[in-house]
């Protein structure tokens, strides 16, 4: 059968990719509900993150979401606040899924890793990419959000999250804009983290990137109904 303008636009599915599901501790028990979920990983020990992290920070939305976004971890704001995406790359998210037409209300967003890994300079904590152990660990909590949630999609809004949905690195750049379909059934829709685009100074660059960000949200709006 041809492709659809949808398929072929989002290069729709591009591959299909199985992945190992994180397995409980001895006193862990699968949550019946995001609530009991979120409540759960208020004591999560599973990795060492928890130790210098103010607290879990859980994903927030509704809990039948058609579409999910998965960043990276916590940042600094979001750790104090114990909200995702609450931070200055937070604010620009919100804008452009504004600018997409895409509500934010009725989208459920969340992160890999759900405790801020920092190094301490001075007064300044200062983000710390985290490594493959401690997405791994995080995966029990995030395949849980999924299997409660079960959206229509889910997009990996950089490389820790394109990890952590995919079970293996891959290059975003490479792969942006394409729909990677998890054996599970699971569609993953991989796109930059919105961080970048506060990273980069040449505002004619920021810009491009913001539209092409943009762009990205469009696609996804348009998935969150296919
Ligand atoms: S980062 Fe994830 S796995 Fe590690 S302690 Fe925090 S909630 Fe648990």
């Known amino acids: 059968m041809a492709p659809t303008g949808l398929q072929r636009e989002a290069k729709m599915p591009a591959r299909r990719v199985s ?16 609530t009991e979920l979120r409540e759960a990983a208020k004591s999560c020990r599973r990795c060492p993150l928890w ?7 859980f994903g927030e939305g509704p809990d ?15 750790d104090l606040a114990g909200k995702p995406f609450v931070g200055p790359a937070g604010r620009v ?15 459920y967003v969340t992160n890999a890793v759900k405790h801020f890994k920092f190094e301490p300079r001075g007064k300044r904590r200062i983000h710390s990419k985290p490594n ?48 990677i379909e998890r054996e599970d059934g699971l569609r993953v829709f991989v796109t930059i983290h919105p ?25 996804v709006k348009r998935l969150m109904a296919a």
């Open 19 to 34: 992945i190992a599901r994180a397995e409980p501790t001895a006193d862990e028990a699968k949550a019946g509900s995001i």
């Open 51 to 57: 130790r210098d992290a103010t607290q879990t920070v």
């Open 64 to 78: 039948d979401a058609q579409v999910v976004f998965v960043g990276e971890q916590p940042g600094d704001q979001e």
């Open 93 to 107: 998210f919100d804008a452009i899924l504004d600018d997409a037409g895409v509500d934010r209300q009725k989208v």
């Open 132 to 179: 493959a152990g401690e997405i791994q660990a995080c995966r029990w909590w995030i395949d849980q959000e999924f299997d409660l949630i079960k959206p229509n999609i889910a997009v990996a809004l950089g490389a820790t999250a394109a990890t952590s949905l995919l079970g293996k690195a891959v290059p975003v750049m490479k792969m942006r804009g394409q729909v």
């Open 195 to 219: 961080s970048l685009i506060l990273r980069i100074r040449e505002p004619a660059d920021k810009q491009a990137e913001r539209d092409r960000f943009l762009d990205d949200m469009r696609k």
